[in-house]
């Protein structure tokens, strides 16, 4: 761990480095607590940097064994050698070659960075800074070298052995139990992209043939056993490989491509060059323990990973703060291929749902930061939302401005311009400004200003003219650190609906105030801080459906009426805003509510806003996913940040619980119909349509089982336990085991005990499924539920060595539980502060992310903010904390 006095780094400091490492030979002798790296570093200074520097190489924590300069050894007794440094003064100006040996024991290793074991293999996580836990470098993304690397281990303890690039060589080591296997990279990479594997693992293998004829050995590693539910990773693989061809014209280029799936791993997954390591939630998967989620889940970050291989590796980045550069382009490319896969409508909606849920809460709270942040103290912190969802969107949002030819042909542009090289964010839009002519330097301000802007629109229509004014007005709150907001380029794709539903023209007749190219791609570019356009010819109102598919990722103050909404949910050619309308009619019922639960009184049913949902569920046509998402609520997360102050997370929940059983109870008929007629007797199949038959069979019952609920107050017989207890012990699939569980667990009881019994004895020897099981407990929405969370941080199953674990049971708490985690006594936040701090000496990156779950405490009401407060404080004093942990509790309170 490193102990300098932290000072901020600076994207305006950027300086080229100093020297050049062309070529990297390592020889790793793999050992439990010894584990010997020899490193063959060819060095020589870098004619972009300053003559005659010192030569200063990064370490953490290192214990150097052996260091020799051009055939001359020197003294590792010496201070030019410090864990955390290796500075030689006066370097040769010219080519020279540095051995190091450094001696690391990766059983010791728990913050799971640079090598280390999960179980009894061994792995390593470079990304961002960890290359330097294992040999000295120059650990930045612009230095770029080729790697060869030797690994020797004891045959039984690692027959498996595994590095980037394409193997060379392997064999026995004579006379001994040992072995050692050669790779050779030939791409030059930046260290954070290397990685080395071994153990014992099963694996399963494929073959894909690229575009151009050549074959690619597929592998993916599991531990013995468990290779049958990788099958659908590999499966996804193979049609990331094939789409990243069809879709950007991008092959594949070395010989093999290898996965390794490990049960501990602070993230979901790492690029490395041809050797991609996953956490094993996202590789491992059977119908019996893994959900329609969770399939969805790994093909999106099996592609992700598998996507990086252009944007990440052949083009990686110059400086941490270009971190979007292939992060925000990569998770494009992975929504699209998600998008190409299964329903671009539905995945459109997720994907909104998620950055809502992760990023808007962060550009709203006091770790808000830009897409490319300017300065930063631990860069393991800005691995955010920010980052990689809204990175995304910005991607998106480039493509709405200029068009799906001109994005194509920049793609192209980016990839041949800047092939092996460490890139920057304006490299990258230069090839768009040149091929689609524009000048795009207004939209890099999404890059440069944190904070979500709102948009404003307010409509009048003219009955006598027949014209439609639309008056659009952006404004954003100011950030940290950025009191003052320019005006962003925001793209807003918009249409008219006539009152049978019918699409009305975007009439180009007369003074619009729109340009006919806007108006031909129903477009309207918003890039000041206030713009009016006109449509015309509209004998009668039209209802506008506004920021059509999301365009752009901001948040919208329209005052619709509910007649229109409904008008929208029943008609919008657009889908996204079908689901919109519904979640914008829900979310007003919802504050509406609010106010009135807050001023003691019980809401009354809402009749349009029913009558549209049982539309929806009557509507034989209409894609069950789809649907499943329209009647879903909005999460009490997204209610909150409507409030925006003085939030009562209490209110929030009951007013919340109110419209489900409402809806349940005066939907009951149509609910149990559409759960009738969705059972499916077919062979478990994983594909999007037979998935989207479950989510909408689901969120019925789960609807259902709200309103019976609350009849079972007066006739004591709850129809809605009855059914998820049916569904419960008769499925034996995931999706439906947990749905039902979900159910059964919103009900305290025996039964709810019992079943929960069941279903650890049941999956005791799946750790996944259990962590599904922890995630569901520390979620319900009771005063016990803390108790229970305590409890079972002691059970056999827990470990806070294991991510996976911490996340399922106290990150799900923290999270997932807004009125636990925000108990009014503050016993939420001090459990949260008293886990932080007790990981934060094992694995800072995994703690601090933890202690994020206070991002939203400024919006509180008085009472928790003071108490949220004051947890924060105690985690800025207390002793021996991790930089990560210090800056992000430092930046919540500033
Ligand atoms: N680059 C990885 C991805 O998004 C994520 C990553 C960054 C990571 N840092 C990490 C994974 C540290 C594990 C540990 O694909
Ligand atoms: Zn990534």
């Given at each position: 761990m490193r102990t300098d006095i932290a000072q901020p780094i600076r994207l305006t400091d950027y300086r080229p480095p100093d020297y050049l490492i062309d070529t990297v030979d390592l020889d790793v002798k793999l050992d439990p607590h010894a584990t010997r790296v020899?490193?063959?570093?060819?060095?020589?200074?870098?004619?972009?940097?300053?003559?005659?520097?010192?030569?200063?190489?990064?370490?953490?924590?290192?214990?150097?064994?052996?260091?020799?300069?051009?055939?001359?050894?020197?003294?590792?007794?010496?201070?030019?050698?410090?864990?955390?440094?290796?500075?030689?003064?006066?370097?040769?100006?010219?080519?020279?070659?540095?051995?190091?040996e450094t001696e690391i024991d990766p059983s010791a290793n728990t913050c799971l960075m640079g090598l280390y074991r999960s179980g009894a293999a061994y792995c390593t996580q470079c990304e961002a800074e960890g290359f330097r836990r294992i040999t000295y470098f120059l650990d930045r993304?612009?230095?770029?070298?080729?790697?060869?690397?030797?690994?020797?281990?004891?045959?039984?303890?690692?027959?498996?052995?595994?590095?980037?690039?394409?193997?060379?060589?392997?064999?026995?080591?004579?006379?001994?139990?040992?072995?050692?296997?050669?790779?050779?990279?030939?791409?030059?990479?930046?260290?954070?992209?290397?990685?080395?594997?071994?153990?014992?693992?099963?694996?399963?293998?494929?073959?894909?043939?690229?575009?151009?004829?050549?074959?690619?050995?597929?592998?993916?590693?599991?531990?013995?056993?468990?290779?049958?539910?990788?099958?659908?990773?590999?499966?996804?693989?193979?049609?990331?490989?094939r789409w990243d061809e069809e879709a950007f014209g991008r092959e594949y280029d070395l010989d093999v491509f290898n996965i390794v799936a490990v049960s501990d791993f602070n993230m979901g997954a790492m690029e490395n060059k041809g050797l991609n390591i996953f956490n094993d939630k996202y590789v491992l998967a059977s119908p019996h323990t893994a959900t329609d989620t969770d399939y969805a889940q790994?093909?999106?970050?099996?592609?992700?990973?598998?996507?990086?291989?252009?944007?990440?590796?052949?083009?990686?980045?110059?400086?941490?703060?270009?971190?979007?550069?292939?992060?925000?382009?990569?998770?494009?490319r992975d929504h699209e291929f998600s998008a190409a896969m299964r329903s671009p409508a539905v995945r459109r909606i997720a994907d909104v749902r998620t950055l809502r849920a992760q990023q808007f809460p962060e550009d709203a709270g006091p770790l808000a930061h830009n897409v490319r942040p300017d300065s930063y103290l631990e860069?393991?912190?800005?691995?955010?939302?920010?980052?990689?969802?809204?990175?995304?969107?910005?991607?998106?949002?480039?493509?709405?401005?200029?068009?799906?030819?001109?994005?194509?042909?920049?793609?192209?542009?980016?990839?041949?311009?800047?092939?092996?090289?460490?890139a920057t964010i304006e490299e990258f839009i230069a090839c768009f400004a040149e091929k689609s002519g524009r000048d795009l330097t207004q939209f890099l301000r999404w890059y440069n200003q944190s904070g979500t802007p709102l948009v404003e629109v307010a409509a009048t229509y003219d009955p006598n003219a027949k014209r439609l004014a639309l008056d659009l007005r952006q404004s954003c709150k100011k950030t940290p650190g950025q009191d003052m907001k320019q005006p962003f380029l925001i793209p807003i794709e918009i249409g008219l609906i006539g009152e049978q539903g019918e699409t009305l023209p975007l009439a180009t007749e007369g003074e619009s105030g729109a340009s006919a190219q806007e108006l031909a791609h129903g477009v309207i570019e918003l890039a000041e801080a206030q713009r009016r356009v006109i449509f015309h010819n509209l004998p009668t109102r039209p209802v506008i459906s506004f920021l059509r598919g999301f365009s752009a990722p901001v948040r919208l103050a329209y005052d619709v009426s509910e007649a229109d909404l409904v008008t929208l949910v029943a008609h919008d050619s657009d889908s996204f805003n079908r689901w919109q309308a519904a979640q914008s009619y829900a979310t007003r019922l919802l504050l509406r509510n609010i106010d009135l639960i807050r001023a003691g009184k019980m809401?009354?049913?809402?009749?349009?806003?029913?009558?549209?949902?049982?539309?929806?569920?009557?509507?034989?046509?209409?894609?069950?996913?789809?649907?499943?998402?329209?009647?879903t609520l909005p999460g009490e997360a997204d209610i909150a940040r409507e409030i925006a102050e003085d939030v009562d997370p209490e209110a929030i929940f009951t007013a919340r619980k109110v419209l489900r059983e409402?809806?349940?109870?005066?939907?009951?008929?149509?609910?149990?119909?559409?759960?009738?007629?969705?059972?499916?007797?077919?062979?478990?199949?994983?594909?999007?349509?037979?998935?989207?038959?479950?989510?909408?069979?689901?969120?019925?019952?789960?609807?259902?089982?709200?309103?019976?609920?609350?009849?079972?107050?007066?006739?004591g017989k709850d129809q809605g336990l009855a059914l998820a207890l049916q569904q419960f012990e008769q499925t034996r699939f995931m999706t439906d085991k947990i749905a039902a569980l979900g159910v059964i667990a919103a009900r305290p009881g025996a039964e709810r005990e019992a079943a929960l019994d069941t279903f650890y004895k049941t999956y005791a020897s799946e750790p996944l499924v259990i962590d599904k099981w922890f995630a569901l407990q520390a979620m319900i929405p009771e005063p016990e539920t803390l108790a229970r969370v305590k409890r079972?941080?002691?059970?056999?199953?827990?470990?806070?060595?294991?991510?996976?674990?911490?996340?399922?049971?106290v990150g799900a708490f923290a999270a997932g539980n807004q009125t636990q985690f925000n108990a009014p006594d503050?016993?939420?936040?001090?459990?949260?502060?008293?886990?932080?701090?007790?990981?934060?000496?094992?694995?800072?990156?995994?703690?601090?992310?933890?202690?994020?779950?206070?991002?939203?405490?400024?919006?509180?009401?008085?009472?928790?903010?003071?108490?949220?407060?004051?947890?924060?404080?105690?985690?800025?004093?207390?002793?021996?904390?991790?930089?990560?942990?210090?800056?992000?509790?430092?930046?919540?309170?500033?």
């Amino acid at each position: 761990m490193r102990t300098d006095i932290a000072q901020p780094i600076r994207l305006t400091d950027y300086r080229p480095p100093d020297y050049l490492i062309d070529t990297v030979d390592l020889d790793v002798k793999l050992d439990p607590h010894a584990t010997r790296v020899l490193a063959r570093l060819t060095i020589r200074p870098n004619p972009r940097g300053r003559a005659g520097a010192d030569l200063v190489l990064d370490g953490d924590s290192l214990v150097p064994r052996r260091i020799v300069l051009d055939g001359v050894a020197l003294d590792c007794a010496a201070n030019f050698v410090t864990p955390d440094r290796l500075t030689l003064a006066t370097p040769p100006q010219r080519v020279f070659t540095l051995e190091i040996e450094t001696e690391i024991d990766p059983s010791a290793n728990t913050c799971l960075m640079g090598l280390y074991r999960s179980g009894a293999a061994y792995c390593t996580q470079c990304e961002a800074e960890g290359f330097r836990r294992i040999t000295y470098f120059l650990d930045r993304p612009d230095v770029l070298s080729v790697y060869t690397t030797r690994l020797e281990a004891e045959i039984a303890e690692a027959p498996v052995l595994l590095g980037n690039g394409n193997p060379t060589a392997a064999g026995m080591i004579e006379n001994t139990s040992r072995h050692f296997a050669v790779w050779h990279d030939p791409f030059p990479k930046p260290c954070y992209l290397f990685a080395l594997v071994g153990g014992d693992l099963g694996a399963i293998r494929d073959e894909f043939v690229t575009a151009s004829g050549r074959k690619v050995a597929l592998a993916i590693y599991v531990e013995h056993g468990k290779e049958a539910s990788a099958t659908y990773a590999m499966d996804a693989l193979k049609r990331s490989m094939r789409w990243d061809e069809e879709a950007f014209g991008r092959e594949y280029d070395l010989d093999v491509f290898n996965i390794v799936a490990v049960s501990d791993f602070n993230m979901g997954a790492m690029e490395n060059k041809g050797l991609n390591i996953f956490n094993d939630k996202y590789v491992l998967a059977s119908p019996h323990t893994a959900t329609d989620t969770d399939y969805a889940q790994i093909e999106a970050v099996i592609a992700h990973e598998y996507f990086h291989n252009w944007t990440g590796n052949r083009i990686t980045c110059r400086d941490w703060f270009q971190l979007c550069l292939k992060e925000g382009l990569t998770v494009y490319r992975d929504h699209e291929f998600s998008a190409a896969m299964r329903s671009p409508a539905v995945r459109r909606i997720a994907d909104v749902r998620t950055l809502r849920a992760q990023q808007f809460p962060e550009d709203a709270g006091p770790l808000a930061h830009n897409v490319r942040p300017d300065s930063y103290l631990e860069i393991n912190n800005f691995y955010t939302a920010t980052v990689y969802e809204k990175g995304a969107e910005l991607i998106r949002m480039l493509k709405v401005l200029i068009g799906a030819g001109a994005f194509r042909a920049g793609m192209d542009l980016y990839f041949e311009r800047h092939d092996g090289t460490a890139a920057t964010i304006e490299e990258f839009i230069a090839c768009f400004a040149e091929k689609s002519g524009r000048d795009l330097t207004q939209f890099l301000r999404w890059y440069n200003q944190s904070g979500t802007p709102l948009v404003e629109v307010a409509a009048t229509y003219d009955p006598n003219a027949k014209r439609l004014a639309l008056d659009l007005r952006q404004s954003c709150k100011k950030t940290p650190g950025q009191d003052m907001k320019q005006p962003f380029l925001i793209p807003i794709e918009i249409g008219l609906i006539g009152e049978q539903g019918e699409t009305l023209p975007l009439a180009t007749e007369g003074e619009s105030g729109a340009s006919a190219q806007e108006l031909a791609h129903g477009v309207i570019e918003l890039a000041e801080a206030q713009r009016r356009v006109i449509f015309h010819n509209l004998p009668t109102r039209p209802v506008i459906s506004f920021l059509r598919g999301f365009s752009a990722p901001v948040r919208l103050a329209y005052d619709v009426s509910e007649a229109d909404l409904v008008t929208l949910v029943a008609h919008d050619s657009d889908s996204f805003n079908r689901w919109q309308a519904a979640q914008s009619y829900a979310t007003r019922l919802l504050l509406r509510n609010i106010d009135l639960i807050r001023a003691g009184k019980m809401p009354e049913p809402d009749m349009a806003f029913i009558a549209a949902l049982k539309r929806v569920l009557d509507a034989g046509t209409i894609d069950p996913a789809f649907a499943a998402q329209v009647v879903t609520l909005p999460g009490e997360a997204d209610i909150a940040r409507e409030i925006a102050e003085d939030v009562d997370p209490e209110a929030i929940f009951t007013a919340r619980k109110v419209l489900r059983e409402t809806i349940g109870r005066e939907l009951a008929s149509p609910l149990l119909e559409t759960y009738e007629k969705l059972t499916d007797t077919a062979a478990y199949s994983p594909d999007a349509a037979a998935a989207g038959r479950r989510a909408l069979r689901n969120a019925a019952l789960d609807l259902y089982a709200a309103g019976q609920r609350d009849q079972a107050k007066d006739t004591g017989k709850d129809q809605g336990l009855a059914l998820a207890l049916q569904q419960f012990e008769q499925t034996r699939f995931m999706t439906d085991k947990i749905a039902a569980l979900g159910v059964i667990a919103a009900r305290p009881g025996a039964e709810r005990e019992a079943a929960l019994d069941t279903f650890y004895k049941t999956y005791a020897s799946e750790p996944l499924v259990i962590d599904k099981w922890f995630a569901l407990q520390a979620m319900i929405p009771e005063p016990e539920t803390l108790a229970r969370v305590k409890r079972l941080l002691e059970h056999p199953a827990f470990s806070l060595g294991n991510p996976n674990r911490v996340r399922a049971l106290v990150g799900a708490f923290a999270a997932g539980n807004q009125t636990q985690f925000n108990a009014p006594d503050g016993s939420g936040y001090d459990f949260i502060v008293n886990a932080v701090l007790t990981l934060d000496s094992r694995n800072p990156q995994v703690a601090a992310r933890l202690l994020s779950a206070f991002k939203s405490w400024r919006m509180l009401e008085a009472e928790r903010r003071r108490l949220a407060e004051a947890a924060l404080r105690q985690v800025v004093g207390a002793a021996h904390l991790s930089p990560d942990v210090k800056d992000i509790a430092e930046r919540s309170l500033a």
